[in-house]
Nanobody
Framework: QVQLVESGGGSVQAGGSLRLSCAAS????????MGWFRQAPGKEREGVAS???????TYADSEKGRFTISQDNAKNTLYLKMNSLKPEDTAMYYC???????????????????WGQGTLVTVSS
């Protein structure tokens, strides 16, 4: 089974940018739906963005235009570039994978079976 390791979290001021990375233990392109989720203290885990096996990307409404999901197939690495960060973006961010394809309800936690350990993003005002 695929193993996922996130990195790139940290502290940033509002308006700043971060790029999160997720290294996969095996080749995921064309085999797995990949996604980014986040969980703020006291809140449920929510889907942020997904990328399907054909490269189709989907975003939660609140992140459209600010976040970009991408993957480097040669490096088996998934990315999430986050711009114009807001204090409400503060959360633990998780990488997720599921095979074989993304489902319509990809934004639900139960749509993915493989998870990383998370990387913390803190945005100060």
């Amino acid at each position: 089974q695929v193993q996922l390791v996130e990195s790139g979290g940290g502290s940033v001021q509002a308006g700043g940018s971060l790029r999160l990375s997720c290294a996969a233990s095996e080749y995921t392109y064309s085999s797995y739906c990949m996604g980014w989720f986040r969980q703020a203290p006291g809140k449920e885990r929510e889907g942020v963005a997904s990328i399907d096996t054909d490269g189709t990307t989907t975003y939660a409404d609140s992140e459209k235009g600010r976040f970009t999901i991408s993957q480097d197939n040669a490096k088996n690495t998934l990315y999430l570039k986050m711009n114009s960060l807001k204090p409400e973006d503060t959360a633990m961010y998780y990488c997720a994978a599921e095979e074989p394809l993304c489902v319509e309800w990809w934004f639900l936690e139960e749509s993915f079976g493989y998870w990383g350990q998370g990387t913390l993003v803190t945005v100060s005002s």
